[in-house]
């Protein structure tokens, strides 16, 4: 009996790797083999002349060099973060907030829908970056800042305080732009949540605002750490930003293989901490899924 | 006299109009205010969203003097097609759309089939070192293209495979490419969230396990295939990255990456001195045409993207992409 169940086990366990060993391969060659190979060529000086490449191995060099060689390295790290530590609430609260509104049930919803998922169409490569980079996003801000703040209300409140505001309402372009998959991802969220707990609710007499916090909040907190993972990969490994840019220079313009490598690698080390932190910070605030159903299913 | 037996007849009207029906049937007055708080919120946001595309179509129509004029805001004083004609000419279009299409194509039916493959091994199956390997997926995400860019490279090169579109398409059979682990991740989900009674019984009536998958599991999230395929499609005709890396040989490019080639025209003309490409394809790139390049480029993502709409946001409706 015990040895037909382990062959089964066997069995299945084979299928499942049958399944899996593209990936298998295609971790082996194209992913663990360079990674390893810029993780080696970053602790040394890698050069290619002509077809043949030399390896120098220098230690720690390179890392050390971009905390206290290179200035550029460091203020442009720093820029990043911070606009990645900004934005991120941003965009993730801003979404949330527009994908509540496209979930319920009014009429022009399909073209809100529509228009929200506009800037993911054209924006996930170089058309946004020239769109953005003409300052278009900054002029469709001015003249928004005209129906939210008029110019009466922007004089009147000093220009320290619509210094701020302005440098708040730039940076809320560049979230708008940057939320099609979030309201998408949010959407689906929204969409899976128990139509019978919010019916339930307001039989016992929830408001909405009640059930916004006591249903719909736990309930998308699953999809919310989903999101916030994307959202800081998506900003941290964009291919405009900055900092992505300069490995790009060291590496193809500089030919400092080496050096673009260190600091990848110092770079690719902080945003794994920043997600783990994440993962670690959420968990007390995520609703299992488990706990739920059989709750449910004791009160109907 | 006549207006008062209009009005009721009127008022009927609206009443058995879409609108007012759903008005009275939701709202008491007082939320009333607050749905009007939420259109008017929608539509400044949407606003915003909407601007430079509209801003790119309508620059793409104006000549150059109504590019200057300030009278000229919204509306161009007459359709200027050489903006599209000159744009057409130097992206060269009819090569490079094809191209394009062929690239996203490739990798939208490699992005489905291979990766919903390799998610199903995931999601249904256990075996020695998966966590493992589920990681190494997730630490593929996260990881920027860029620190592995030139190994990457290197071993293309020595394969000889760069100047052509191996290098794009290769690793998307293997569950790489462009955000291969995403998809991996997003087909695990799918599967994850589909009940496993459906396959226990194919597998009672003799159906091996590749047959499970193909003519059982992968029909039955039809509906979230589509949401792959968009963002699959979406991604797939927008990277520039990669194309303009391992491609060598401009004759070669993807459309995108034939835009910088128009911004650089556009470029040094600001800068005073008409650029040679420009003056090849016998136009002065203004504004508008580099906009017309963009709208060009775009245009194709869009139609495609009306066809499948209303499939994708039932996709987004049904699937569980999160969860777990």
Same mark, same amino acid.
């Given at each position: 009996?015990?040895?037909?169940?382990?062959?089964?086990?066997?069995?299945?366990?084979?299928?499942?790797?049958?399944?899996?060993s593209?990936?298998?391969?295609?971790?082996?060659?194209?992913?663990l083999?360079?990674?390893?190979?810029?993780?080696y060529?970053?602790?040394?000086e890698?050069?290619?002349v002509?077809?043949a490449?030399t390896?120098e191995f220098?230690g720690w060099?390179?890392?050390?060099?971009?905390?206290?060689?290179?200035?550029?390295f460091?203020?442009?790290?720093?820029?990043v973060?911070?606009?990645?530590?900004?934005?991120?609430?941003?965009?993730?609260?801003?979404?949330l907030?527009?994908?509540i509104f496209?979930n319920?049930n009014?009429?022009?919803r399909g073209?809100?829908?529509?228009?929200?998922?506009?800037p993911f169409?054209?924006?996930?490569g170089?058309?946004m970056?020239i769109?953005l980079?003409?300052?278009v996003?900054?002029?469709?801000m001015?003249m928004?800042?005209?129906i939210?703040l008029p110019e009466g209300?922007?004089?009147?409140?000093?220009?320290?305080?619509?210094?701020?505001?302005e440098?708040?309402?730039?940076?809320?372009?560049?979230?708008?732009?940057?939320s099609?998959v979030p309201i998408?991802?949010?959407?689906?969220?929204l969409?899976n949540?128990n139509?019978?707990?919010?019916?339930?609710?307001?039989v016992d007499?929830?408001t909405?605002w009640e059930?916004l916090?006591?249903?719909?909040?736990p309930?998308?907190?699953?999809?919310m750490l989903?999101?916030?993972?994307?959202?800081?990969?998506?900003s941290?490994?964009d291919?405009g930003?900055?900092?992505?840019t300069?490995?790009f220079?060291?590496a193809f313009?500089?030919?400092?293989f080496?050096?673009?490598?260190?600091?990848?690698?110092i770079?690719f080390?902080f945003i794994?901490l920043?997600?783990?932190?994440i993962?670690?910070?959420?968990?007390g605030?995520?609703?299992?899924?488990?706990?739920?159903?059989?709750?449910?299913k004791?009160?109907? | 006299m006549?207006?008062?037996v209009?009005?009721?007849?009127?008022?009927?009207?609206?009443?058995e %109009?879409?609108l007012?029906q759903w008005?009275s049937?939701?709202?008491s007055?007082?939320?009333?205010?607050?749905?009007?708080?939420i259109?008017?919120?929608?539509?400044?946001?949407?606003?915003v969203?909407?601007?430079?595309?509209l801003y790119?179509v309508?620059?793409?129509?104006?000549?150059?003097n109504d590019?200057?004029?300030?009278?000229?805001?919204w509306?161009?004083r007459?359709?200027?097609?050489?903006?599209y004609?000159?744009?057409?000419?130097m992206l %060269?279009?009819?090569?490079?759309?094809?191209?394009?299409?062929?690239?996203?194509?490739?990798?939208v039916?490699?992005k489905?089939l291979?990766?919903?493959?390799?998610g199903?091994g995931?999601a249904r199956?256990?075996?020695f070192?998966?966590n493992l390997?589920?990681?190494?997926?997730?630490?593929?995400i996260? $990881?920027?293209v860029q620190t592995?860019?030139?190994?990457?490279y290197?071993?293309?090169?020595?394969?000889?495979w760069?100047?052509?579109?191996?290098?794009?398409?290769?690793?998307?059979?293997?569950?790489?490419g462009?955000?291969?682990g995403?998809?991996i991740?997003?087909?695990r989900q799918f599967?994850l969230?589909?009940?496993?009674?459906?396959e226990?019984?194919?597998r009672?009536d003799g159906?091996g396990?590749?047959?499970?998958?193909?003519r059982?599991?992968l029909?039955?999230v039809?509906?979230?295939?589509v949401?792959?395929v968009?963002?699959?499609?979406?991604w797939?005709w927008?990277?520039y990255?990669?194309?303009?890396?391992?491609?060598?040989?401009?004759?070669?490019?993807?459309?995108?990456?034939?835009?910088?080639?128009?911004?650089?025209a556009y470029?040094s003309l600001?800068g005073?001195a008409?650029?040679?490409?420009?003056?090849n394809? %016998?136009?002065?790139?203004?504004e508008?045409?580099?906009m017309?390049?963009?709208?060009?480029?775009?245009l194709?993502v869009?139609i495609?993207y009306a066809?499948?709409?209303k499939k994708? $946001?039932q996709g987004?409706e049904?699937?569980?992409?999160?969860?777990?």
């Amino acid at each position: 009996m015990r040895t037909r169940a382990t062959k089964t086990q066997r069995r299945k366990a084979l299928e499942g790797f049958m399944f899996v060993s593209p990936f298998v391969v295609g971790t082996l060659a194209f992913f663990l083999y360079p990674v390893i190979f810029s993780l080696y060529i970053s602790f040394g000086e890698y050069t290619i002349v002509k077809e043949a490449s030399t390896f120098e191995f220098l230690g720690w060099a390179n890392y050390l060099n971009a905390f206290v060689e290179d200035t550029t390295f460091t203020t442009i790290f720093k820029t990043v973060v911070t606009d990645s530590l900004i934005n991120t609430p941003l965009i993730v609260v801003f979404s949330l907030i527009i994908a509540i509104f496209l979930n319920k049930n009014f009429p022009g919803r399909g073209f809100f829908r529509t228009v929200y998922f506009l800037p993911f169409l054209l924006g996930t490569g170089y058309v946004m970056s020239i769109l953005l980079g003409m300052d278009v996003g900054e002029e469709a801000m001015n003249m928004a800042r005209g129906i939210l703040l008029p110019e009466g209300v922007r004089e009147y409140l000093g220009t320290t305080f619509t210094a701020m505001v302005e440098t708040f309402l730039g940076r809320i372009t560049y979230v708008f732009w940057r939320s099609g998959v979030p309201i998408i991802l949010f959407l689906s969220g929204l969409q899976n949540i128990n139509v019978s707990l919010y019916e339930s609710a307001k039989v016992d007499g929830a408001t909405e605002w009640e059930m916004l916090w006591k249903i719909t909040l736990p309930m998308v907190s699953p999809i919310m750490l989903l999101v916030i993972v994307y959202v800081v990969i998506d900003s941290f490994s964009d291919t405009g930003n900055a900092m992505v840019t300069y490995f790009f220079e060291q590496a193809f313009r500089k030919q400092d293989f080496s050096y673009s490598a260190a600091i990848s690698w110092i770079y690719f080390a902080f945003i794994l901490l920043f997600v783990g932190l994440i993962f670690a910070v959420m968990k007390g605030f995520i609703h299992s899924e488990q706990s739920e159903p059989r709750r449910k299913k004791v009160r109907t | 006299m006549k207006k008062s037996v209009a009005l009721p007849a009127r008022m009927a009207q609206l009443k058995e %109009g879409k609108l007012f029906q759903w008005y009275s049937a939701n709202l008491s007055r007082g939320q009333i205010f607050v749905k009007l708080f939420i259109y008017v919120f929608l539509s400044v946001v949407a606003f915003v969203f909407v601007y430079p595309f509209l801003y790119m179509v309508i620059t793409s129509t104006k000549s150059v003097n109504d590019l200057y004029d300030l009278s000229v805001n919204w509306i161009p004083r007459s359709f200027h097609k050489e903006n599209y004609t000159y744009a057409w000419k130097m992206l %060269g279009y009819p090569r490079h759309f094809l191209i394009s299409a062929f690239l996203t194509g490739a990798g939208v039916t490699l992005k489905v089939l291979c990766c919903s493959f390799i998610g199903y091994g995931f999601a249904r199956y256990k075996f020695f070192g998966k966590n493992l390997l589920f990681f190494m997926a997730i630490l593929s995400i996260i $990881m920027p293209v860029q620190t592995i860019l030139l190994p990457q490279y290197l071993i293309f090169a020595n394969l000889q495979w760069t100047g052509s579109y191996l290098p794009l398409l290769v690793p998307q059979i293997f569950g790489y490419g462009l955000k291969g682990g995403l998809f991996i991740f997003l087909f695990r989900q799918f599967f994850l969230n589909l009940p496993t009674s459906l396959e226990e019984a194919a597998r009672i009536d003799g159906c091996g396990s590749f047959k499970t998958f193909w003519r059982v599991a992968l029909p039955t999230v039809r509906t979230s295939v589509v949401v792959t395929v968009v963002l699959a499609m979406v991604w797939h005709w927008n990277d520039y990255y990669e194309p303009s890396i391992y491609l060598n040989n401009a004759q070669m490019l993807p459309l995108p990456s034939m835009l910088p080639q128009v911004k650089a025209a556009y470029d040094s003309l600001f800068g005073g001195a008409i650029d040679a490409t420009a003056s090849n394809a %016998g136009a002065l790139v203004s504004e508008g045409t580099l906009m017309a390049a963009i709208f060009l480029v775009v245009l194709p993502v869009l139609i495609v993207y009306a066809f499948l709409q209303k499939k994708f $946001m039932q996709g987004i409706e049904r699937s569980g992409l999160g969860g777990d």
